[in-house]
T-cell receptor, first 111, second 113 residues
Framework: DTEVTQTPKHLVMGMTNKKSLKCEQH?????MYWYKQKAKKPPELMFV???????INESVPSRFSPECPNSSLLNLHLHALQPEDSALYLC??????????FGPGTRLTVT | DQQVKQNSPSLSVQEGRISILNCDYT??????FLWYKKYPAEGPTFLIS?????DKNEDGRFTVFLNKSAKHLSLHIVPSQPGDSAVYFC????????????FGKGTHLIIQP
């Protein structure tokens, strides 16, 4: 089983809203990642969690706040986003930091 | 600065023939390379990978070749099938993926019947 699930599939939020994206994997992977993908662009790394600890933050604005409650779950809390933050947000996980397995993504629209 | 480059935005191949997708990289610290396939509105699907200590890895119809001296890798798909039509991303990692993946811009492969 190489499934990574993400909810919601689509999200529309205003610039003053607070929302959260959720990611779950049950493969026993110890590293989890958030990527952002704009249209016709490659995925760009945002955060890396290793053994439930934040190991990399790629200079992401503080309006994006990641959280790893346990080894299977990864959240991305959103607050005061801008329209340019509209994108596909991808979660991935990996074992031994080799192949990363991606979820289907959350399509976020900020109005 | 694009560290992983896929210079062909699109490639059209006839069904049954070989598809060859190319990728170049500039960062000498990359030690692991991967190919992903992506359909619209879906997450990337892992296809095949290769470590920098190898020069070839094969999995069914998919073969990846790595030329370290040229900092070049390629994905061969043979025979190409209609279901192979998708965007293919080349990705690379350093320190065994500790810092996440760096992706190329992708090549849109179109398999024509």
């Amino acid at each position: 089983d190489t499934e990574v699930t993400q909810t919601p599939k689509h999200l529309v939020m205003g610039m003053t809203n607070k929302k959260s994206l959720k990611c779950e994997q049950h493969m026993g992977h110890r590293a989890m990642y958030w990527y952002k993908q704009k249209a016709k662009k490659p995925p760009e790394l945002m955060f890396v969690y290793s053994y439930e600890k934040l190991s990399i933050n790629e200079s992401v604005p503080s309006r994006f706040s990641p959280e790893c409650p346990n080894s299977s779950l990864l959240n991305l809390h959103l607050h005061a986003l801008q329209p340019e933050d509209s994108a596909l947000y991808l979660c991935a996980s990996s074992q031994n930091r080799y192949e990363q397995y991606f979820g289907p993504g959350t399509r976020l629209t900020v109005t | 600065d694009q560290q992983v480059k896929q210079n062909s935005p699109s490639l059209s191949v006839q069904e049954g023939r070989i598809s060859i997708l190319n990728c170049d990289y500039t960062n000498s610290m990359f030690d692991y390379f991967l190919w992903y396939k992506k359909y619209p509105a879906e997450g990337p699907t892992f296809l095949i990978s290769i470590s920098s200590i190898k020069d070839k890895n094969e999995d069914g119809r998919f073969t990846v070749f790595l030329n370290k001296s040229a900092k070049h890798l390629s994905l061969h798909i043979v025979p190409s099938q209609p279901g192979d039509s998708a965007v293919y991303f080349c990705a690379a990692s350093a320190l065994r993926g500790a810092d996440g993946l760096t992706f190329g811009k992708g090549t849109h492969l179109i398999i024509q019947p």
